[in-house]
T-cell receptor
Framework: NAGVTQTPKFQVLKTGQSMTLQCAQD?????MSWYRQDPGMGLRLIHY???????DQGEVPNGYNVSRSTTEDFPLRLLSAAPSQTSVYFC?????????????FGPGTRLTVL | AQSVSQHNHHVILSEAASLELGCNYS??????LFWYVQYPGQHLQLLLK??????LVKGIKGFEAEFIKSKFSFNLRKPSVQWSDTAEYFC????????????FGAGTQVVVTP
């Protein structure tokens, strides 16, 4: 199994540009989520999904959209990038959203918005 | 709302020294607790977890953590660190009724010098 994969690894955008961060898992996990990691703030939940067709907002959803058309994929879209969105983005998945399920993290995407 | 506090942001110690990282949380119900590690340039990996039972849990690479319910704490320990333990360590908490919403601490950067 590849686990959780993310593309791209690095991205530089200009303010106002849009892009999609890709996340895929091959473990047949129901639950997928997106976090952003900023220095001194740990990881903060952006959006999550408990299954195909179901998404919800996390702690810091503004400026981001998600959709979940398949179990495997959970892309994160930035519609109009802002410098405040410069961060490292991690996708995670777990078998279900129950608290006892370990979440597995992808390798991250480092995004810089100029 | 749940929150997680990690006591130290940066720790520098020599090889063979003992390590203890503090983690306190606030939450009004039952929680599951985790310590994750992020080695330089890598994604988060699970070190250990506590769900119930023996409050002293052992994880990978010689790490252990003790859950003290009365103090809302889940401190991470390792008796003798190695240079390869240089990493960032994150404490994370999830309420058993929080449906997948992990709350992370800000992280502690640990540097082990030879």
């Amino acid at each position: 199994n590849a686990g959780v994969t993310q593309t791209p690894k690095f991205q530089v955008l200009k303010t106002g540009q849009s892009m999609t961060l890709q996340c895929a898992q091959d473990m047949n996990h129901e639950y997928m989520s997106w976090y952003r990691q900023d220095p001194g703030m740990g990881l903060r939940l952006i959006h999550y999904s408990v299954g195909a067709g179901i998404t919800d907002q996390g702690e810091v959803p503004n400026g981001y959209n998600v959709s979940r058309s398949t179990t495997e994929d959970f892309p994160l879209r930035l519609l109009s990038a802002a410098p405040s969105q410069t961060s490292v983005y991690f996708c995670a998945s777990s078998y279900t959203n129950r608290a006892y399920n370990e979440q597995f993290f992808g390798p991250g995407t480092r995004l810089t918005v100029l | 709302a749940q929150s997680v506090s990690q006591h130290n942001h940066h720790v520098i110690l020599s090889e063979a020294a003992s390590l203890e990282l503090g983690c306190n949380y606030s939450y009004g119900g039952t929680v599951n607790l985790f310590w994750y590690v992020q080695y330089p340039g890598q994604h988060l990996q699970l070190l250990l977890k506590y769900f119930s039972g023996d409050p002293l849990v052992k994880g990978i690479k010689g790490f252990e953590a003790e859950f003290i319910k009365s103090k809302f704490s889940f401190n991470l320990r390792k008796p003798s660190v190695q240079w390869s333990d240089t990493a960032e360590y994150f404490c994370a908490v999830i309420g058993t009724d929080s449906w997948g919403k992990l709350q992370f601490g800000a992280g502690t950067q640990v540097v082990v010098t030879p």
